[in-house]
């Protein structure tokens, strides 16, 4: 009976060492699955502010070439009326030497 016994205690002793096993593995793999969950997110709150930086520079440039354009507009558009200013002058002047002659 004591033989009996002492099998039953070894036999208990070492299925308490493979749940202690197969615990300590299930938590290391909890453990890996996690540090990979967290590295992802990582990853992507990374690319995230990469894509809002490229955002941002291409808003700035869009920005930078609209301002440009309104005043290479507002150059063209002086530039009309100083034109238009100058031939209604030469016809003022025209009109006047003619009305002389």
């Not at 070492?14 to 593995?25: C, G, I, S, T």
């Not at 150059?75 to 030497?97: G, L, V, Y």
């Amino acid at each position: 009976k004591a033989a009996e016994e002492e099998v039953a205690r070894k036999k208990a002793a070492e299925e308490e060492v493979a749940r202690k096993k197969a615990a300590q593995e299930e938590s290391q793999r909890k453990r890996a699955a996690e540090a990979d969950a967290k590295e992802d997110e990582e990853k992507a709150a990374r690319a995230k502010a990469a894509e809002e930086e490229v955002a941002r520079k291409k808003a700035a440039e869009e920005e930078v070439a609209r301002k440009k354009a309104a005043q290479e507009e507002s150059q063209r558009k002086r530039a009309a009326e100083a034109d238009a200013k100058e031939d209604e002058e030469k016809a003022a002047r025209a009109k006047a030497a003619e009305e002389e002659v």
